[in-house]
Structure formats: structure tokens, C-alpha cells
């Protein structure tokens, strides 16, 4: 049950754009992404429903295509800032373990200047 | 402020030796989860409650117990039967809302065996 998340990592320079996705097995209900930086926890980016539009703030968005079960995390024009891991965290359409996040193995970023 | 205390920040622990950690949160949430963090494994769930005198194991129980006599309070202990212990522990807390759960972690207790 645990999504696959790729790349495994990517390095940018500022200014260049990354797509990181998060694909599931199972049917969905909402996928969440956290970004963390080293040694710190993980902070919250944002919610995508099943149902729900595409998210954004900023220059970093997200999708969820419910008929692949699979979201993307879109950061455009990267900065420094951008820099760290980031984890995709699901939550299953049915079943026992409704409202619990499955986390994917993380997608390591850094932003070269 | 509102937020999720974890202590302590770093702790070392002899072979056979049980540990706790510590995990309090002032936001009113509902449910608590313990998580392990390994290089390149991703966040594995220990344990998990949504309620207070409630709990259930989640992928990774083996060797951990938890407790969950106040709504504010989940501390974690990591007996002598945990093979391999060494790790980074993450606490979080949610309202447990379906779909909007965000969780709200702690600063983590990286714990080493010595």
C-alpha cells in the first residue's frame, strides 16, 4: 500500500522547473504532500481531493489524476528554498484504514544556485 | 503557540535497555501516529490513535509499545525486543477529518544504540 514516488532525486539549478509523482495501487480518497528539510520535520504543502481541482500557491502545484490513482507536484522556477526531500503521503478511497497517510519512500531535491 | 513537542531531541541507549519518547501536542487533535524514518525508506508507521485508551499497530510494531491516557500525550517505548532501533522517530497529530487530515509533525528524537 505504500505509493511509489520518482525520481528518487533530482538536481536543479534555480530557475529550472521539477515534476515529482506519486503513484498508488489503490483507489484513492486524498493525497497530501510534505516536503522536509534535513534533520527537521516534515512541513505540510497541501491536500488534493479525490474530485478536487488541481492545487497551487506560489510557483509549486499539484494534480490528481484519479483514474491512474497517481499525483504530480509541479515546482516551477525553483529556488534555493526548494531544496530537501519530499514525500507524498496517501489516504485510501475505502477500506479499515480510512483517514491514515501511507508515505512514499521521498523524492530528494536540491537546487543548485 | 500551538504545536507538537517531541523529547528528547537526541538519546542514546544501551543494548536490553527500554526507552520512551516523548510526544505532547496543544492543538486539540484527535489522533497521534508514530513514525520511523530510515534513509531512503520513506516514513514507516509504528503505531497510531484516534481516540484517547485507544490505539492500533500499524507496518512496523515489533518491539514498540505506546499508550494513550491523555488526548495531549502518546509516548512511545522501544523495548529490548526492537532488532534493530537505530533510528530518526517522528511524532504527528491530526484532526483525523477525512481528506483533511494534515498532519503536524515534531522535531524528531533521533535515537541511537550504543
Known amino acids: 500500500q505504500q505509493p511509489v514516488q520518482s525520481p528518487q532525486a533530482v538536481i536543479l539549478r534555480e530557475g529550472e522547473d521539477a515534476v515529482i509523482n506519486c503513484s498508488s495501487s489503490k483507489a484513492l480518497y486524498s493525497v497530501h504532500w510534505y516536503r522536509q528539510k534535513h534533520g527537521e520535520a516534515p512541513v505540510f504543502l497541501m491536500i488534493?481531493?479525490?474530485?478536487?481541482e488541481q492545487k497551487g500557491h506560489d510557483k509549486i502545484s499539484a494534480s490528481f489524476n484519479e483514474k491512474k490513482q497517481q499525483s504530480s507536484l509541479y515546482l516551477t522556477a525553483s529556488q534555493l528554498s526548494y531544496s530537501g526531500t519530499y514525500f507524498c503521503?496517501?489516504?485510501?478511497?475505502?477500506?479499515?484504514?480510512?483517514?491514515?497517510?501511507?508515505f512514499g519512500r521521498g523524492t530528494q531535491l536540491t537546487v543548485w544556485p | 503557540d500551538g504545536g507538537i513537542t517531541q523529547s528528547p531531541k537526541y538519546l542514546f541507549r544501551k543494548e536490553g535497555q527500554n526507552v520512551t519518547l516523548s510526544c505532547e501536542q496543544n492543538l486539540n487533535h484527535d489522533a497521534m501516529y508514530w513514525y520511523r524514518q530510515d534513509p531512503g525508506q520513506g516514513l514507516r508507521l509504528i503505531y497510531y490513535s484516534q481516540i484517547v485508551n485507544d490505539f492500533q499497530k500499524g507496518d512496523i510494531a515489533e518491539g514498540y509499545s505506546v499508550s494513550r491516557e491523555k488526548k495531549e500525550s502518546f509516548p512511545l517505548t522501544v523495548t529490548s525486543a526492537q532488532k534493530n532501533p537505530t533510528a530518526f522517530y517522528l511524532c504527528a497529530s491530526s484532526s483525523w477529518d477525512r481528506g483533511t487530515a494534515e498532519a503536524f509533525f515534531g522535531q524528531g528524537t533521533r535515537l541511537t544504540v550504543v
Open positions: 488534493l481531493l479525490k474530485g478536487g
Open positions: 503521503g496517501t489516504e485510501m478511497d475505502r477500506g479499515s484504514t480510512l483517514g491514515r497517510l501511507y
